[in-house]
Nanobody, 125 residues
Framework: QVQLVESGGGVVQTGGSLRLSCTAS????????MGWFRQAPGKGREFVAT????????SYASFAKGRFTISRDNAKATGYLQMNYLTPEDTGVYFC??????????????????WGQGTQVTVST
């Protein structure tokens, strides 16, 4: 029912920054917990960060903590992932996700029921 579209990916050098955006088709997105996941070639989708709809909860993967910041602007039905100090290990397709069900969203893909198509992030050496 709600569509998510990621943008902001691209190619950056090691140490650079990117800000990913996740735009939702409905402002009900503001009621949903959201998360970011990423997938490197040949690897499974891994958790990056999550944020509650009312900014009451946030959590980060260990590799993201201190470098990445998840945020949202519910008036714009948009979520963000600010990524700093990027390394080649951060290369992958980044997906935005949302949970429309009640309850807390965590680090599992199964916690989310809406997904974007992903945006490519490539960090060069």
């Amino acid at each position: 029912q709600v569509q998510l579209v990621e943008s902001g990916g691209g190619v950056v050098q090691t140490g650079g920054s990117l800000r990913l955006s996740c735009t939702a088709s409905r402002r009900a997105f503001g009621n949903y917990a959201m998360g970011w996941f990423r997938q490197a070639p040949g690897k499974g989708r891994e958790f990056v960060a999550t944020l509650g709809g009312a900014n009451v909860f946030s959590s980060y993967a260990s590799f993201a903590k201190g470098r990445f910041t998840i945020s949202r602007d519910n008036a714009k039905a948009t979520g963000y992932l600010q990524m700093n100090y990027l390394t080649p290990e951060d290369t992958g397709v980044y997906f935005c996700a949302a949970r429309s069900r009640t309850g807390r969203a965590g680090s599992s893909e199964d916690d989310y029921d809406h997904w974007g198509q992903g945006t490519q992030v490539t960090v060069s050496t």
